[in-house]
């Protein structure tokens, strides 16, 4: 499996790392939020992530932790653009990854140099989404989810777990393609309307996703799945990420969506070993 970023083929051979940087001062772990920390610790995060081996950063302006407030679209729209604006500027062959619902603030971004959109809502936030990325022609990660980052954790009750993300994943996958988008990535939202056990059932069973034929993000850094088990805090979280990380991986996962760069590279080095 492969997907196009600014006509770079990327193969899914080895796992890839996608590093997260939140443009917010409201993310569930203070690890990764860069709001308020200006240009030049922004650039030297980045910079150190890539060194660590990344091969995306992926950016957002909106936290989507649980009972998260809205963020004004014009706040997302002017955070996301700067830091892509200057991202791109400093390390011209970086693959960017915007965090976004917004048509809009997708749209902004990938005109200033983004090279794939990751939305929560996979298009069922803004009518628009789709269209965009048609027109771009960039790579899309979907996610599943239920309501808002207010009410997902009231909306957890299913009969079939796995089945209805797959179902769901498969009216998105449908409605992605009749407009021609052609590279999609599945992430199954980890802790997105899915209590502890709910995310370890759904790691459990993850290459059961690998049904819909397009590569699979795992999402569970830092997750309170972890830290709620181990009765600790995101903070203390990344022995036990590191952990689930081989699970996923052994799952099928293709990019593994982290906080900690190096660790997670180690991580599949050592899988990627094992598999030899």
């Known amino acids: 499996m492969t997907i196009n970023c600014k006509g770079k083929l ?8 996608m590093g997260i940087v939140n443009l917010t001062t409201d993310s569930f772990y203070s690890g990764s939020r860069f709001a308020d920390s200006g240009e ?11 060194v660590d081996g990344a091969d995306f950063i992926d950016i957002g302006a909106y936290s989507t932790r649980p009972g998260a407030d809205d963020v004004p679209v014009e706040l997302e729209m002017q955070r996301v ?3 892509v604006s200057v991202l ?5 062959e970086v693959l ?15 005109s200033e140099g983004a090279a794939l959109i990751n939305d929560v809502t996979a298009g069922l936030g803004d009518s628009e989404m789709l269209a965009v990325i048609a027109k771009h022609q960039v790579p899309y990660v979907m ?6 980052p207010k009410t997902m954790t009231q909306l957890n009750q299913y009969d079939d777990l796995v089945g209805e993300v797959l179902m769901y994943f498969s009216e998105r996958i449908a409605a992605a393609r009749a407009l021609g988008i052609n590279d999609l990535i599945l992430d199954p939202g ?12 759904m790691l459990q069973r993850f290459a059961d996703f690998k049904i819909a034929g397009v590569p699979l993000l795992a999402g569970i850094s830092r997750k309170s799945m972890i830290y709620k088990t181990l009765g600790t805090t995101a903070d203390q979280a990344l022995n036990g990420t590191t952990f689930l990380h081989a699970f996923a991986l052994q799952g099928g996962a293709n990019i593994l969506r982290v906080h900690d760069v190096k660790e997670a590279v180690e991580a599949v080095s050592l899988f990627e070993k094992l598999q030899s």
Do not use: W, Y
């Open 81 to 83: 653009v700067a830091a």
């Open 96 to 110: 960017i990854s915007v965090d976004t619902f917004r048509a809009a603030v997708a749209d902004a971004a990938i």
């Open 40 to 50: 030049g610790i922004l650039l030297e995060t980045v910079g150190k992530m890539l």
């Open 190 to 201: 980890f802790g997105f309307a899915k209590n502890v056990d709910q995310n370890f059932t």
């Open 88 to 92: 791109c500027r400093e390390f011209p």
């Open 10 to 17: 990327i193969d899914f051979q080895r796992p890839k790392i």
């Open 143 to 148: 996610m599943h989810m239920r309501g808002t």
